[in-house]
C-alpha cells in the first residue's frame, strides 16, 4: 500500500501561514487530494489532484506537489480553520490517507 | 444540492453483522461512484471500498475483503455496506462519499454512522 507521511501537529496564530506536507512512498502523479475535519464532521474536500480548489472553498487554501512530495498551504490562517487536515492519494490501489495534520491555535 | 443521508448509530453484539445505509439525492446516482471509508475512535481515515450503482461493480480494499460487502438499490438511490462477524476493532465511524470518476477524489460525504460492537 502507498504511505503517506504528513507532518505533525502545528500551533499557529490567526493570520499566520501555514504549510502541511506529505509525502508518498511511491509516486501518485497529481492524483494527491487534501480534507478538513473538524471535531464530529464529516471530512470536507479542500484541494483535488494537488492543486485544484474545489467549489465553495476560499482561496486562501492551495495545494501544490507531484510525485511524491506534496504541499498544502493556508495563508493567512484564521480561527475558523482549527482542524484536522488530510491528504489522500487515488493514483494507487488502495486509496490512502495520510495520518493527519492537526492545527490548533497558539 | 449533492446530499448523502446515512442511517443512524448502530450498537450491535460480537459476532454479528449490521447493514449500513447512504441514500443519495441531488445528482444521478447510477452516474458517481460510491466509497465507503473508516475511522476508527481517534483514528485516521481508511478506505473500505466502492461500488459504482450504474452496473454494481465493487472493488474492496483487500483488508477489508470478507469483512465488507457494499450493494445498491438504483430505485431507491441508497447504496448499503454490510459488516460481518463483528469484532470491537470494527466499533467506529463509517462514512460514505462519492466521486465523480474511477480515479476521484471525494467530492461529497455523508455525516457518518457510528458503528458500536460491544455484549
Known amino acids: 500500500d502507498t504511505v503517506l507521511t504528513q507532518s505533525p501537529a502545528l500551533a499557529v496564530s490567526p493570520g499566520e501561514r501555514v504549510t502541511i506536507s506529505c509525502r508518498a512512498s511511491?509516486?501518485?502523479?497529481?492524483?494527491m487530494h487534501w480534507y478538513q475535519q473538524k471535531p464530529g464532521q464529516q471530512p470536507k474536500l479542500l484541494i483535488y489532484k494537488a492543486s485544484n480548489l474545489a467549489s465553495g472553498v476560499p482561496a486562501r487554501f492551495s495545494g501544490s506537489g507531484s510525485g511524491t512530495d506534496f504541499t498544502f498551504t493556508i495563508d493567512p490562517v484564521e480561527a475558523d480553520d482549527i482542524a484536522t487536515y488530510y491528504c489522500q492519494q487515488s493514483w494507487n490501489s488502495p486509496r490512502t490517507f495520510g495520518g493527519g495534520t492537526k492545527v490548533e491555535l497558539k | 444540492q449533492i446530499q448523502l443521508q446515512q442511517s443512524g448509530t448502530e450498537l450491535v453484539k460480537p459476532a454479528s453483522s449490521v447493514k449500513i445505509s447512504c441514500k443519495a439525492s441531488g445528482y444521478a446516482f447510477t452516474s458517481n461512484y460510491i466509497h465507503w471509508i473508516r475511522q476508527q475512535p481517534g483514528n485516521g481515515l481508511e478506505w473500505i471500498g466502492w461500488i459504482y450503482p450504474g452496473n454494481g461493480n465493487t472493488k474492496y480494499n483487500q483488508k477489508f475483503d470478507g469483512k465488507a460487502t457494499l450493494t445498491a438499490d438504483k430505485s431507491s438511490s441508497t447504496a448499503y455496506m454490510q459488516l460481518s462477524s463483528l469484532t470491537s476493532e470494527d466499533s467506529a465511524v463509517y462514512f460514505c462519499?462519492?466521486?465523480?470518476?474511477?480515479?476521484?477524489?471525494?467530492?461529497?460525504w455523508g455525516q457518518g454512522t457510528l458503528v458500536t460492537v460491544s455484549s
Open positions: 462519499a462519492g466521486s465523480y470518476g474511477y480515479g476521484g477524489w471525494f467530492a461529497y
Open positions: 511511491e509516486s501518485v502523479s497529481t492524483l
